[in-house]
Each structure stands twice: as structure tokens, then as C-alpha cells.
């Protein structure tokens, strides 16, 4: 008995579905720096300098109500406070190589010469909020080469969607900033990154009743508070 021509057709496509690869996913938070955990658990004299670096705009950068500064409490250094409570035998090296007002086009301009060249054992990219500026595909192609250079040169990437403008309704799922964390998330997809969701951990305040207005030190930058929620997430990598 002769099998129907679509029954073929049928037994083919699984045939081809199954002999595709996986589909990339995000990095695994539990896997993905071990290497890097590993060495930060080491004592003198095993131990190494391991050298986190932080590319982006002002927020990383640690500005509160422009035109302060307040390097302490930004994420980068209270992830450095919090890394030092689990590991106390790491010599650490937080490099902050962000600037207040830049997009990811300027900063894939000057990658090479300033963030490579620190040689990071993790690099952590925040860009979105300022990218609004440059649209989404000159963001995309941005941090497509970023993530490409370093991934080269064998770093560890952990991407940041954006923290939160009090000015763009975040109750609007089509929000410019949403439309750009959206963007980043299918970029950390694709090449198998870290993510740190920043716009995520956000917008679950707001949709647990909190006033964003409490993380803000102006409409677009976290205060401490703000921070911490940053941090939060970001410590889930190590």
C-alpha cells in the first residue's frame, strides 16, 4: 500500500526539524562565568587581578542629578562591594570606561583603543537608553560589533537593557526603551550572551504598585536605590 504523497511530506520535516541545530539561547547564569568564579575563589599566591569593565553612558558612568557623579553607589561598584563579600581573597579591577551622553555608535568607535585594550575578563554593555537618539538598527549594528570584537578576543559579554526614563511610559509594552531592551534581548540570544535585565527588574516594580519616581535621581538616572536593583540581577552571574 502505497503511503499518501503528504505523509512524505510530513516524515521530511521532522526528518529536517530534527537534523537542525538548537536554536541559541541566552547564556546560563549558573555556567557561564565559572571559569571566572573559579578564579576568584583562589588565595595568593594562585590568585590573578580579574578585571571587570563597564562600557556605556551615564548610568554605569555614575551620574545621579547631572551633574553629580556619584561613583560610589552606582552598579558598577556596588557589584564590586557585593563581589568582595563572596569572595574575599579576589583582587578585583572595576574599569569604568563609560561616558555621560554617548551612544553605542561612539562607543563601538573608540571599543578597540579604550575597552579592549583593558584586556576585561567581563565586559558589561549599557548603551539603550541613549540609543533612542540613533534608532534601532544603528544600536543593532553598534553592539553587533562590539559583541563580535570581544567575543574575538575571547571575553565574556553581559548585556544591559535600560533602566527606565520617567518620561516613556513603561505601561506601553511598545515603548521606545521596551522596543530597544527587546532588541538587546534577541541580541543575547543570538550570540549566546549574559543579560542583565534592568528594564525587566524595573518594570516589575511598577507593576507591583511601586513609584518608579522612588529609583530615580532624576527622569533618567536611578538613584541608590535604583542601583541596587541593578546590582541584583547583575550578582545573579556570579
Not at 562607543?107 to 537608553?129: C, M, N, W
Amino acid at each position: 500500500m502505497k503511503r499518501p504523497f503528504h505523509l512524505f511530506a510530513i516524515l521530511a520535516t521532522i526528518a529536517l526539524t530534527a537534523s537542525r541545530p538548537l536554536p541559541p539561547e541566552v547564556a546560563n547564569p549558573a555556567t557561564f562565568l565559572a571559569d571566572v568564579k573559579t578564579e576568584l575563589t583562589k588565595q595568593w599566591p594562585k590568585n590573578r587581578s580579574i578585571t571587570l569593565v563597564f562600557h556605556g553612558h551615564s548610568v554605569p558612568a555614575g551620574y545621579f542629578k547631572t551633574p553629580i557623579v556619584n561613583t560610589l553607589a552606582a552598579y558598577p561598584q556596588q557589584l564590586l562591594k557585593r563581589l568582595k563579600d563572596k569572595y574575599p581573597y579576589a583582587v578585583i579591577n572595576v574599569t569604568i570606561t563609560a561616558v555621560g551622553g554617548e551612544n553605542s555608535e561612539q562607543g563601538a568607535a573608540r571599543f578597540q583603543t579604550e575597552v579592549l585594550s583593558h584586556k576585561p575578563d567581563v565586559l558589561f554593555i549599557d548603551y539603550a537608553l541613549n540609543d533612542r537618539k540613533i534608532g534601532l538598527e544603528k544600536a543593532k549594528q553598534s553592539w553587533q560589533a562590539m559583541i563580535e570584537q570581544a567575543q574575538q578576543a575571547g571575553i565574556k559579554v553581559i548585556l544591559l537593557t535600560p533602566s527606565p526614563d520617567l518620561k516613556v511610559d513603561m505601561a506601553n509594552a511598545d515603548n521606545i526603551l521596551n522596543q530597544h531592551a527587546n532588541q538587546i534581548r534577541q541580541l543575547a540570544d543570538t550570540y549566546q550572551t549574559g543579560l542583565v535585565d534592568s528594564y525587566k527588574a524595573f518594570d516589575g516594580q511598577r507593576q507591583q504598585g511601586d513609584s518608579l519616581g522612588r529609583y530615580m535621581a532624576q527622569n533618567n538616572h536611578p538613584n541608590e536605590m535604583g542601583h541596587v536593583l541593578i546590582v541584583d540581577e547583575l550578582v545573579k552571574w556570579f
